[in-house]
């Protein structure tokens, strides 16, 4: 799980990383909002962790923009300004979570596991993109009313994407969910298995290539 910490304190920022590195996260830490907004551009997150009181646009107005702009990205208010009007006015903006300073890392890594948690059990059941159906319970894909035979692998790739569509999955990201136990993947497997991917979605949606960045799929604009 790929965590973005945004925290201008460096040394509150390097216990961050580190206890939550040593729970098992891979970490990416930046000192602004507007340094956050450019890592979400670039990469897919499964959480941010935000401090309030960072230089130029504090904390809440980064959460205000990431909801105000779509981002459904599960965030987590981490502040020593931590009285009853911030975390009631943080929860308003969107964030789904708040841990004033100072607090355990087991705490905090806890928190961070149920917020991914609860993310990926949101999406579940069918989802309806213009010409696709797409049963993440069932593991099943329609276009057009025709059933579309994914191999299991295709599959692991094609759920990745579809769980973070109209965003950017690095091919690392791919990657791990293709990888087993006792082997590694390969970029090239990764490639291999995006390009057989779009044979088979055809016009129904576009999986973009985005050099350096990973892949973003994109629902067909409908006629």
Request: charged share 25%; proline share 3%.
């Amino acid at each position: 799980m790929r965590l973005l910490i945004v925290e201008d304190d460096e040394i509150v920022a390097d216990a961050v990383a580190r206890g939550l590195a040593a729970a098992g996260f891979t970490v990416h830490g930046v000192r602004s909002a507007e340094a956050a907004l450019a890592a979400l551009a670039a990469a897919d997150f499964d959480l941010a962790v935000i401090d309030i009181g960072l230089p130029g646009a504090d904390g809440l107005s980064l959460v205000r923009r990431l909801r105000s702009g779509g981002r459904s990205l599960p965030t987590l208010i981490l502040t020593a300004r931590c009285t009853l009007n911030d975390k009631v006015k943080a929860l308003d903006l969107g964030a789904d979570d708040f841990l004033g300073k100072p607090f355990e890392p087991a705490e905090l890594a806890a928190r961070c596991r149920a917020l991914v948690r609860r993310a990926n059990g949101a999406l579940q059941g069918a989802l309806n993109l213009n010409r696709m159906v797409v049963d993440l319970t069932g593991k099943r894909l329609r276009i057009d009313d025709a059933e579309v035979d994914l191999t299991a692998r295709e599959w692991l790739v094609f759920e990745c994407l579809v769980r973070r569509i109209g965003l950017i999955v690095s091919k690392e990201r791919l990657a791990q969910a293709l990888a087993q136990p006792d082997q590694d993947v390969s970029p090239n497997a990764v490639e291999v298995h995006v390009s057989r991917l779009r044979a088979k979605l055809g016009s129904a949606a576009v999986i973009r290539s985005l050099r350096g960045l990973g892949y973003r799929l994109e629902e067909a604009k409908l006629p």
